[in-house]
Nanobody
Framework: VQLQASGGGLVQAGGSLKLSCAAS????????MGWYRQAPGKLRELVAGITSGGSTNYADSVKGRFTISRDNAKNTVYLQMGTLKPEDTAIYYC?????????????WGQGTQVTVSS
């Protein structure tokens, strides 16, 4: 199983970006999906998560600005980011709990850089 994240880039404060993360391989189903971020010198933190049933949770710092969604047919999770702030600058990683015919395990994407200029 591989996760491929995309959609990062450079944007001005107040702008928007949409991240995508697609899983590929021999996948039976995907349970929880989530986005994390890590800024320089800081620990990786949860940004948003979504369960297989569609329940979502967000870090307080992004509530009302970011929206997580998923497309189960495409094994893809999205993060719509709006009203971006310089403090949102970080490498964003996707994570999925994936069941294959053999095992269930957690997988991480390679990370995509988001830079917000003031």
């Amino acid at each position: 199983v591989q996760l491929q994240a995309s959609g990062g880039g450079l944007v001005q404060a107040g702008g928007s970006l949409k991240l995508s993360c697609a899983a590929s391989g021999k996948i039976f189903n995907i349970k929880d999906m989530g986005w994390y971020r890590q800024a320089p010198g800081k620990l990786r933190e949860l940004v948003a998560g979504i369960t297989s049933g569609g329940s979502t949770n967000y870090a307080d710092s992004v509530k009302g600005r970011f929206t997580i969604s998923r497309d189960n047919a495409k094994n893809t999770v999205y993060l719509q980011m709006g009203t971006l702030k310089p403090e949102d600058t970080a490498i964003y990683y996707c994570k999925m709990r994936v069941s294959t015919p053999l095992i269930e395990s957690t997988y991480w994407g390679q990370g995509t850089q988001v830079t917000v200029s003031s």
